[in-house]
């Protein structure tokens, strides 16, 4: 099985050996091709939805591995036990939807090893909040595919159930990769990691903000009302993050 550039480098995230949880797996192509190549040994795959479930039996069924993907109809974590599972994949859900998932499933969430994470939207605050919850960032990853940039996290859930313990695993680790005051308005948008190893996807996608933005404000300097002073002043701002995040290329 080949997987679309954005799922391969999801699937590409997962710590060998480990069982997966796939949440919203839709069709399961991340379990099947990971399990198919020998990655990991086993997964659950789940969805809320009937319909995508079954396009997932049939898959799984194809493909012969029944005997280690098993399916489940569940509203993000609702169904997976304590020690089901050492990963979990979120990919391919707008952010305030990843956010729900892992605030609701948070017993399970802080069980796991690690979470891979693809959010589709409001990328800023799906960082932000994992910093405020005390997720360390793993790693970072951005690909474009058919003119769309997708980023990426690999996190590691706060271990401890105190949050005393928690802070004391990022000071074990690396503390400003887990403290959202660690991280500055360029870091939060793009991403740290991204950033500090000058991902060149990250480049080509803030090459453009930029350019959009320049073209946007260009259109706009010869005329004024409330609104346009407004939009104005919202574009120049999010130019300024933006020529922020290329500076990191310059160093």
Not at 15 to 36: C, E, K, M, Q, W
Not at 54 to 76: C, F, M, P, V, W
Not at 171 to 195: F, M, N, P, T
């Amino acid at each position: 099985m080949e997987l679309s550039k954005r799922l391969n480098a999801v699937a590409s995230l997962v710590t060998s050996g480990y069982r997966l949880a796939d949440i919203g797996t839709d069709h399961a192509y991340i379990p099947i091709f990971l399990v198919n190549t020998g990655k990991i040994p086993a997964a659950v795959a789940m969805d809320v939805n009937r319909g995508p479930l079954l396009r997932a039996e049939e898959n799984i069924r194809t493909h012969g591995l029944q005997n280690k993907i098993t399916t489940r109809i569940s509203d993000g974590f609702a169904s997976l036990k304590r020690n089901e599972a050492d990963a979990a994949v979120i990919a391919g859900m707008g952010g305030p939807l990843t956010i729900r998932i892992l605030k609701e499933g948070k017993d399970i969430v802080c069980s796991l090893k690690e979470c891979i994470l693809q959010p589709q939207s409001e990328i800023e605050k799906v960082r932000a909040f994992l910093l405020e919850e005390g997720f360390f960032f793993l790693g970072e990853e951005m690909v474009e595919e058919d003119g769309k940039y997708y980023p990426m996290m690999k996190v590691r859930p706060p271990r401890g159930e105190h949050k005393a313990e928690s802070e004391m695993n990022c000071e074990e680790l690396d503390g400003r990769q887990c403290s959202v005051q660690g991280w500055d308005e360029a870091e939060l948008r793009y991403g740290k990691i991204l950033l500090e190893e000058k991902n060149p996807v990250l480049r080509e996608y803030l090459q453009r903000e930029i350019r959009i933005r320049a073209q946007i404000l260009d259109t706009l300097k010869d005329r004024d009302s409330t609104d346009v002073r407004r939009r104005i002043t919202e574009l120049e701002k999010e130019l300024k993050i933006a020529e922020k995040g290329m500076g990191h290329y310059a160093v």
